[in-house]
């Protein structure tokens, strides 16, 4: 529905929507429509209409059901998740209507001739009934708790398992690996994510940058996403860039603004090679600066006239140490003397341990020497096809890199191709319902679930408890048993010393119950760094984590083996 108020929006109105990646289309709710306009109620596999169907045959399609969406097992290895794509699926949800155009699709496909009442149920069909609690987006959560509840008509809810786990699986897998790169290189280091050029096509792209954002990332080199999320971008020239200058004469414009003054430097160009030659005769440099590539230097000095309060400067192009770090230093040292200062370089190959501690002695060097304040802690970036094992390697060695740009392993998720988000039926008319399996990994926890996070002394989390919903609370400095949901032999009493539950409603349905706003980005990356820093550092390290505690209630417990032993067939031995 469009905005028909002819007032104008407030700067912070429009910045709030920015962060929402929001515009001004959205339902009566006020709740926007997904962000990407694929994300539509045919975002489905068939199966889920072929259901639907046989459910309105079957006069079973307002029968009230409960599912859980979860996964079975943490990602690349270790040993939590960040739990992303929430706001998408309430997206989704606030804005869920079949077209004509849709349901014409959709009587095409089904195959045989399907009676025209279920056409005309799947006209009047939308969310105003289903009922969503979920786990803040953002929090860190583990394996077999479910991350969001959805409850609903069985052909409604039916509908909505393919999108809402296509909006959480790469979500939540690629948050997790941003998460996991921003603990490997440290707080204080800056991290951009570089990767559209290497995602999954222009949806892989968008949804990259969103959550690599969530996950720690400082700032992103894709224009799309800065402008629809209100990420912060971060970019400078390529070697193409660089490569594409031949002399210095091709400068034709040489005059730079003082920055401080209103007198102007009518001759740069002259005042770089004029620096240059002093580092060339720099005698604490030792002769390591001898004659360096010409059209580098034309590239430098042309950014640097174009951008003299952001010069970055990729630097191998031809040779790092013997003409990009040379030539950079020559035109930091001149937009200096004019009032600016260099931002740093970019190294894009080789030893990056190396090269960045060699870079690093030059400019401190070159501080003492020329007595620019400064210089020695002038920013190193690295890129080149960067990922968590790099950056665990380059911290081993010992390096001076101040930021890293990381991309194709990152946005890709390289080392783990999906999550494994599954969405399972738990309940239906009241009725506990559970779904078996040889694999015990593979059974489900049956009936309407409270989740609680307990946590010790020292206030970090010590486990996760699903209880009935009817059971009372864990209380404070109470004593309760928490037990493995299907190995009778792991269970350990815990006193809590801080209660937190887990679920809130995003989606009330008709029940009127009181529900969640959907917060800014930047509060739910500032939710998944707040939960990191919460969590027990051995359940964080890389190699070999302790293994979180996902546990069930005593009364739970029971219940699921009563269940189980009353659903799964008896055998005969002949």
């Not at 000095?301 to 630097?315: E, K, Q």
Request: proline letters at 5%; glycine letters at 8%.
């Amino acid at each position: 529905m469009k905005n028909n108020d002819n007032t104008k929006k407030t700067e912070e109105e429009v910045t709030t929507m920015k962060e929402n990646g929001s515009d001004e289309n959205s339902s009566g709710r006020g709740i926007p429509g997904p962000t990407n306009p694929m994300v539509t109620p045919l975002l489905t596999d068939l199966y889920q209409f072929t259901m639907a169907y046989t459910y309105w045959k079957a006069g079973k399609h307002e029968e009230r059901a409960v599912f859980d969406l979860y996964f079975r097992k943490n990602p690349f290895g270790g040993e939590y998740t960040i739990f992303a794509g929430l706001e998408e699926c309430i997206r989704l949800i606030s804005n869920y209507k079949l077209s004509e155009e849709d349901i014409d699709f959709i009587r095409s496909c089904l195959h045989v001739p399907c009676e025209d009442g279920f056409f005309e149920y799947l006209r009047g069909i939308d969310c105003s009934d289903v009922e969503v609690y979920a786990i803040p987006e953002g929090s860190v959560v583990f394996p077999k708790v479910p991350l969001m509840r959805v409850e609903g008509p069985i052909a409604v809810v039916q509908l909505l398992e393919t999108p809402f786990v296509n909006l959480i699986n790469y979500a939540s897998l690629v948050t997790t690996n941003a998460a996991r790169h921003r603990f490997v290189a440290g707080k204080s280091k800056t991290l951009l994510e570089f990767g559209l050029r290497r995602a999954q096509g222009p949806d892989g792209g968008m949804g990259a940058s969103k959550y690599c954002y969530i996950g720690g990332f400082d700032a992103t080199s894709n224009v799309a996403a800065g402008r629809l999320f209100g990420i912060p971008l971060r970019g400078t020239h390529s070697h193409a860039f660089v490569s594409s200058f031949m002399t210095l004469d091709e400068i034709k414009d040489k005059s730079l603004r003082k920055k401080v003054s209103k007198s102007t430097c009518k001759d740069f160009v002259s005042l770089v090679q004029a620096w240059l030659s002093k580092l060339q005769r720099s005698k604490s440099l030792r002769g390591v600066f001898a004659e360096t590539n010409q059209s580098e230097l034309s590239a430098f000095i042309s950014y640097a006239l174009a951008f003299p309060n952001n010069f970055l400067a990729l630097v191998d192009t031809y040779d790092v140490i013997r003409s990009g770090i040379p030539n950079f230093c020559a035109v930091a040292l001149a937009l200096n003397e004019l009032g600016y200062k260099a931002v740093g370089i970019r190294l894009d190959s080789g030893d990056l341990a190396y090269l960045s501690c060699q870079a690093r002695k030059i400019f401190c060097c070159i501080e003492k020497e020329f007595a620019v304040s400064g210089f020695g802690k002038t920013s190193i970036t690295a890129s080149n096809d960067l990922n968590e094992e790099t950056l665990d390697a380059l911290n081993k060695q010992g390096h001076e890199v101040d930021a890293y740009g990381i991309g194709t392993y990152l946005v890709t998720c390289y080392a783990q191709a999906a999550l494994g988000i599954v969405f399972k039926l738990v309940e239906i008319n009241k009725q506990p319902r559970i779904k078996l399996s040889e694999d015990v990994s593979k059974v489900s926890i049956p009936c309407k679930k409270k989740i609680y996070r307990l946590y010790g002394k020292e206030s970090y989390p010590l486990v996760d408890i699903m209880t009935g919903e009817d059971e009372p609370p864990p209380k404070v400095g109470e004593r309760i048993l928490c037990r493995h949901p299907f190995e009778e032999s792991k269970r350990a009493y815990v006193v809590p010393q801080h209660v937190e539950e887990l679920l809130r409603c995003y989606s009330a349905g008709t029940s009127g119950k009181e529900t969640e706003p959907l917060p800014p980005l930047k509060d739910i990356r500032e939710r998944c760094i707040q939960q990191l820093e919460k969590m027990r550092p051995d359940h964080m390290r890389r190699l070999n984590p302790t293994p979180y505690k996902v546990s069930v209630s005593g009364k739970l417990y029971d219940f699921i083996h009563f269940l189980w032993l009353n659903e799964a067939p008896v055998g005969e031995l002949l």
